[in-house]
């Protein structure tokens, strides 16, 4: 990363912001910062207050645009996404013209400007998806795994994460707010799991599918789960008390019981990296070993409540 010139996408928000922090460690030339909000932008050009950050406003949707942030880039962080499940499930139309045809201006973008690496941050939700967001990443993925095939000047890579800690949208944080201002919990569902890491975990699988050289993989943490009425439980012994309650309201539209990182399908074609991470890859991998599982889904090696209790300290958010 010494002296490049790096581009994030999204990056004025919480992942974009861990990576900045991390990038900056490894003294690049500058650090572009390309997202749509204004304050967001402003707030954490405050915070960080280092000259080798540029901020632009602006949209991955307008190709136009993206073409100009990136004149002259040496490596590309792709984090700009529609997230929100229900929003997304609203209004499918927005959902697809910043995660499909974003990533599609992205992706031709660094093709005009020769771009040495693109790295997409994508999610559990792409695989086999069932909600509109999920579909549009899955999409996104496939993208960039005909890019790495018909354009060998650009390395494009793809990492597959869950949800992280403290992440806009993170449902820990809306757990404590539900503590604090209602004195109860609400859940979709008691038999609901999903696959939690920290901020800094998640940018350390980004920095790997960058350190690896391997265009058209798409890589994978070996990630911890957990009953989300276990983390509920877990926060309310931290921030509730005796009367704190925990109400089932019903799954929402577009919601699994179970998220899965690697499926059925995906797993001939799927070896362990090290003894971090998976990496797919759509054809053989001689080097590598293949997986021994079916499928890697968030209701297998779940969590007890001591661990889970760890992975929050971990992540800051014990009192």
Known sequence: MKNQIILITGGSGSWGQELTSQLLTLNP??????????????????????????????DVRDYDSVLDATKNVNILFHLAALKHVPICEEQPTEAIKTNITGTQNIIKSAYKNKINQVIDVSTDKACAPVNLYGMTKAIGEKLFINAAIINKNTQFTIIRGGN????????????????????????????????????????????????????GGLFVMQMPSCKIIDLAKVLIDIYGNKDTQIEEIGIRQGEKIHEILVSKDETPWTYYYNDKYFLFYPTEKQDLEKVEFNEYSSNYNLMNKTEIKQ?????????
């Open 29 to 58: 030339k500058e650090i572009r910062i390309f997202s749509r909000g204004e304050f967001a932008q402003v707030s954490m050009q405050r915070q960080f207050n280092d000259k080798r950050l540029k901020f632009i406003i602006g």
């Open 164 to 215: 992280a800690l403290g992440s806009h949208g993170s449902v820990i944080p809306l757990f404590i707010n539900q503590i604090r201002r209602d004195n109860k919990i609400t859940i979709t569902h008691k038999k609901m799991t999903r696959f939690f890491i920290t901020l800094s975990e998640a940018i350390q699988l980004v920095l790997c599918a960058y350190n690896s050289n391997i265009s």
């Open 311 to 319: 992975l929050l300290s971990k992540g800051g958010f014990l009192q």
